[in-house]
Nanobody, 124 residues
């Protein structure tokens, strides 16, 4: 089992930056990919970014490319999402997810572990 706890969400204005963190505990000795997803009210959960175990592969959703950066520190069992140039449409609950194994999938069903989510609100 892997437990995930997100932090760093909050309220910001358009154009501001925010960094989310996701701390993993439990079965952290296994190699696992990490991902960030988000869900806005009335919308489906969408892929934001993903990173492989050794950070050799990073994937991003089209809407965040060039603005968001995913990184990880395996010594701290933590993954980060640096969000720059935030827009009101980035407002959502952001979820951290883990997938034991290789690859960095973009579909939520391929991730077996999820955090509780952290709210990000961007005002115009």
């Amino acid at each position: 089992q892997v437990q995930l706890v997100e932090s760093g969400g909050g309220w910001v204005q358009a154009g501001d930056s925010l960094r989310l963190s996701c701390a993993a505990s439990g079965r952290t000795s296994s190699r696992y990919a990490m991902g960030w997803f988000r869900q806005a009210p009335g919308k489906e959960r969408e892929f934001v970014a993903g990173i492989s175990w050794m950070a050799l592969t990073r994937n991003y959703g089209d809407s965040v490319k060039g603005r968001f950066t995913i990184s990880r520190d395996n010594a701290k069992s933590t993954v980060y999402l640096q969000m720059n140039s935030l827009k009101p449409e980035d407002t959502a609950v952001y979820y951290c997810a883990a997938r034991i194994g290789l690859g960095v999938p973009t579909f939520q069903y391929e991730y077996g572990y999820w955090g509780q989510g952290t709210q990000v609100t961007v005002s115009a």
